[in-house]
């Protein structure tokens, strides 16, 4: 479909805006509907935006196999780091009142942490299912 | 204090050794991680039974958000003895999967392979721990999952098709559990389970609660696979490889048989589950039919994995024999041959695992004079057969004795009967095992044969050995289960 | 039978008794899955609606508002919907493996292709 000039401009435009998206669900999820999963399943829609229109080798450069692997364990670590700070700091396992000066702070900052973490997952595993999905061929085997 | 945080270290570190093992992709690794995580979690747990054994109970509250606004981790006896027997199975195997695995997974996978079972074993650890319905729920799906991408993983392309039909009935159950959990949440406003068992008394003869429990009485026997709901379990249990067979023979089904403990008796009451409905006529029902139906369809099977998979069945029957007897007695003996027949199973997979390494396949046409090549291995599998069948010495006979002992202290002396007879069919379908290794000639294949690897070996053989010697020692056993029973029916209700 | 003010039960109800028929009644793999997923959806229904108090709003706390619409059964169902995703992803990758190796998705023609076929050699294991 990179041939097609509309298609190629319009997604050009439509991307940028679609992980900037992503970013403002994530941030607006303790006020409005929106966290970390949602704006997981957001930005990895970008970047399956990106692989419908330009080929999936192209999104493949674009984001390596790799990095969508480390994706989905670094924000699992990412989540269980938060849980240990919060251990380490004198609290329970995932207490975030002990996080910051303020109780009211520790929350904030926990959640946050947290759902960065859920956005690291949530966009990895989501890019990792489309690209074994789509990059299978006819014959593959295993 | 380090030793404060235990419940949920318990789950936590096994979580979190997943995603180092997929950084690390590498199986040699993987293997060492998943077996000191397992090694870590029998302490934890084993120091966690030791707290509670005396009948005391572990609060944990998560987040420091006290119950029940928070999620609660509650340890009482009762499973603070499902996580020690879950751990020590989790980490025998894991010793033994590593010969196991590199014969039956292909290397690139092994990685992925242990990952999910460490997955596995924190899931059944968290359902075991959690004191909060829909932590349940979760933490059930995380181990369902995981089991679903392990029998996957088993050479024989059945396998696909065992884990697709696991994971549709399996979700079915899943999610059977979550609407009951729903409407109990909806009725009582609370998912903490302590709570809802305070909220419930005035409201337990509505519709609504009714409902949720029958929804979760069909979702949990679905994961408890009680007949007539067992039908994923025979292919999951043949196709699977040797490994992920021993481990989920041992505990999948131990861990739905507590969560149907826990609702009964800790959130509903015994009031209401066994005096106000007849669960236990149905229950009662069901286990006979368990029991004598999958007994015999087991001495009828080709495979020798898929007819011990159909004894499991049937052992479960038992247990939940144990359960409809709504006593004291039948309640240790359901526990008592919850932790017996985990010991016996995986001591039986672990053994067949080792022939199917040795041998390729499992097939009753196949093992012909197994026992003059691999005469260790047949005289455990042999050891653990009797332990199926109850013979004095062994576990099995320790829980039978119980269950009769229940089954004459209700005044129903033609159940006692019939316990006895569901043995009789065992016998049967171990004498098939015994025939075949014992009383034919090896054909070629078999002659060039040998013991399977020494980690295999000990392994399998330490849980035979356990088998014997807690049905020769039975206070540990006992002890566990009667206080555990003592527990749940000490809530009164 | 109160039909208006249980209108969203009765659509559960009706979600989840079409998505079992689905599962049950189809043989094509994905069918099944599609089954599945629809029957998934009416539990969050079930959670969710009942969340909605008529008059609730956010639970933000202000003078103006008393009445509060209970936000637990959407985080719940977040977990949940995450969950049968999952569910769905590892059921479409098991048949992709299915086709593949059987080569259709119909579940009586991949049952048929495993079948032992009956030939006297099966009688073979009985004793003797």
């Known amino acids: 479909m990179r041939n097609y000039l509309v298609l190629r401009v319009v997604a050009k435009l439509m991307i940028a805006f679609m992980i900037l998206f992503a970013l403002y669900v994530q941030f607006h999820g303790d006020f409005g509907p929106g966290g970390g999963f949602q704006a997981g399943v957001i930005a990895a829609a970008a970047i399956v935006f990106y692989a419908i229109i330009f080929g999936l080798p192209a999104a493949r450069e674009v984001v390596p196999d790799w990095l969508v692997e480390s994706m989905v364990a670094a924000g699992v670590l990412l989540y269980a780091g938060v849980g240990f700070a919060g251990l380490l700091l004198g609290g329970n396992f995932l207490d975030y009142f002990v996080l910051a000066g303020d109780p009211v702070d520790g929350q904030h900052r926990g959640i946050f942490w947290i759902e960065v973490g859920v956005l690291i997952t949530v966009a990895g595993v989501m890019l990792k299912i489309f690209y074994m999905f789509a990059g299978r061929e006819d014959g593959d085997r295993g | 204090m380090i030793s404060l945080h235990y419940p949920i270290l318990n789950v936590v570190v096994p979580l979190i050794a997943a995603p180092l093992m997929v950084l690390a992709r590498h199986g040699g690794f993987a293997w060492l991680l998943a077996t000191v995580v397992s090694g870590s979690s029998l302490a934890v747990s084993v120091a966690l039974f030791a707290e509670v054994a005396d009948g005391s109970v572990i609060s944990y509250a998560i987040g420091s958000w006290a119950p029940p606004w928070g999620i609660e981790y509650r340890i009482d006896s009762v499973n603070g003895f499902l996580l020690v027997l879950v751990s020590l199975i989790a980490s025998v195997v894991a010793v033994y999967s590593r010969e196991s695995v590199a014969a039956e997974v292909a290397p690139e996978q092994h990685y992925l392979f242990y990952t999910m079972y460490v997955l596995c074993l924190a899931g059944l650890l968290g359902i075991a721990a959690t004191g909060d319905g829909f932590n349940l729920f979760v933490f059930l799906e995380i181990s369902s999952l995981s089991s679903y991408v392990l029998i996957a993983l088993g050479r024989d392309r059945r396998a696909l098709m065992a884990s697709y039909q696991y994971l549709i009935m399996g979700t079915i159950g899943a999610t059977f559990i979550v609407i009951g959990v729903g409407l109990l949440f909806l009725m009582t406003g609370t998912l903490n389970l302590a709570d809802m068992a305070a909220r419930l008394p005035g409201i337990s003869e509505t519709r609504p609660i009714l409902a949720a429990l ?128 985990a010991l016996t199973k995986g001591a039986l997979f672990m053994l067949l695992g080792g022939v199917a390494l040795r041998l390729g396949a499992v097939r009753f046409q196949d093992i012909g004079g197994i026992a003059r090549v691999m005469p260790l291995t047949s005289f455990g599998i042999v050891l653990a057969g009797l332990s199926l069948i109850g013979v004095p010495g062994t576990v099995g006979f320790v829980s039978k004795w119980y269950l009769v002992l ?33 009383f034919r000639e090896p054909s070629a294949a078999v002659a060039r044969l040998r013991e399977p690897p020494l980690s295999m070996l000990a392994t399998s053989w330490l849980m035979v050995a356990a088998c014997v010697y807690f049905g020769l020692d039975t206070s540990l056993t006992i002890g566990g289960a009667a206080q555990a029973a003592a527990g749940l029916l000490g809530g009164g209700r | 039978m109160n039909v208006a003010g249980h209108f969203s039960y009765w659509v559960t109800i009706l979600i989840a008794i079409s998505g079992l028929y689905i599962l049950i009644a189809r043989g094509n793999l994905v069918k099944k899955l599609v089954g599945l997923a629809i029957f998934q959806t009416s539990v969050y229904l079930l959670y969710i609606a009942p969340g909605k108090l008529i008059g609730g709003t956010a639970p933000i706390v202000a003078d103006r508002f008393a009445v509060y619409s209970n936000p637990l059964p ?55």
């Open chain 2, 406 to 438: 229940a089954a004459l202290e209700a005044g129903a002396w033609w159940l006692a009967v019939l316990i006895v007879l569901g043995s009789l069919l065992a016998v049967i379908y171990v004498w098939r095992f015994v025939e075949a290794a014992y």
């Open chain 2, 214 to 341: 029958a929804f979760l009485t069909v979702g949990i026997c679905l994961k408890l696979a009680l007949f007539p709901l067992h039908l994923w379990l025979p292919n999951a249990y043949a196709y699977a490889p040797s490994a992920v067979t021993a481990f989920l023979a041992a505990t999948a089904t131990k861990v739905s048989l507590y969560v149907l403990l826990r609702f009964y008796y800790s959130v509903f009451g015994e009031s209401v589950i066994f005096a106000a409905l007849p669960m236990g006529a149905i229950l009662l029902a069901l286990s006979l039919a368990a029991v004598f139906i999958a007994s015999t369809v087991a001495i009828f099977q080709h495979d020798v994995k898929r007819l011990f998979a159909y004894s499991s069945v049937a052992q479960i029957g038992y247990i939940t024999l144990g359960v409809s007897f709504d006593s004291l007695t039948g309640l240790t003996a359901a526990i008592v041959h919850l932790f017996n027949h």
């Open chain 3, 74 to 128: 959407h985080v719940l169902i977040l977990t949940a919907i995450v969950v049968g995703v999952a569910t769905l992803a590892l059921g479409l990758a098991l048949v992709v493996r299915i086709k593949e190796a059987y080569g259709s998705i119909e579940e009586d023609e991949i049952l048929e292709q495993d079948r032992p076929p009956f030939d006297s050699s099966a009688n073979n294991n009985v004793s003797n």
